[in-house]
């Protein structure tokens, strides 16, 4: 009988855990990112969106250091602030400035105004000359009740906010339309 109370205090102990490093993951900077959603529905996920972000592509992306040539490899991506008009109001956007490999040390407080870093890793996945970069915010996994509300989005129909964790990934918050 106590193996199962032990059993039950290491689950709790676990799961508490992990929605405290996600939650401490999301303290940072909310930023909102420009996607367009591609796949609505797994069969082995459930429901969900697959992203893509403006900030992904790599033209016009000014590089720093020598960018390695395997995929996988992490590298760091200053995003700016942007003025932007969205369904007619003003917002703004951040977008991809300057990629550096190897990563450095992100500064646990960052500068919103100068913009900040995000950490994410190269992709087999060619975009002209550069690569490709995934942030780990591709997926968007979303309650069943929600998918008449999400399987009608619409590529420049929405917004994604996400927030800077101190170690530079991104966590996405919600979708805004």
Not at 3 to 19: S, V, Y
Not at 71 to 88: E, I, K, Y
Request: positive net charge; hydrophobic residues 45%; contains cysteine.
């Amino acid at each position: 009988m106590r193996w199962i109370r032990w059993t039950l205090l290491a689950q709790l102990a676990f799961f508490g855990a992990w929605a405290g490093h996600e939650e401490w993951r999301r303290q940072g900077p909310v930023i909102l990112l420009e996607p367009a959603p591609v796949d609505p529905r797994d069969l082995w996920s459930g429901q969900y969106l697959q992203l893509t972000y403006r900030i992904s592509r790599l033209d016009g992306v000014r590089v720093t250091g020598d960018l390695p040539d395997r995929p996988g490899s992490s590298v760091a991506v200053r995003l700016v602030p942007v003025p932007w008009t969205f369904r007619g109001r003003a917002v703004t956007v951040w977008r991809a400035a300057e990629i550096a490999y190897p990563v450095f040390a992100i500064p646990g407080r960052q500068d919103p105004a100068k913009g900040v870093w995000v950490v994410g890793s190269l992709s087999p996945r060619r975009w002209g000359g550069l690569g490709w970069v995934e942030y780990g915010v591709e997926r968007w996994h979303f309650n069943e009740a929600r998918v008449k509300e999400y399987s009608n989005l619409r590529p420049g129909a929405f917004l994604a906010e996400c927030s800077v964790g101190r170690d530079g990934r991104l966590a996405i918050r919600r979708l805004v339309e």
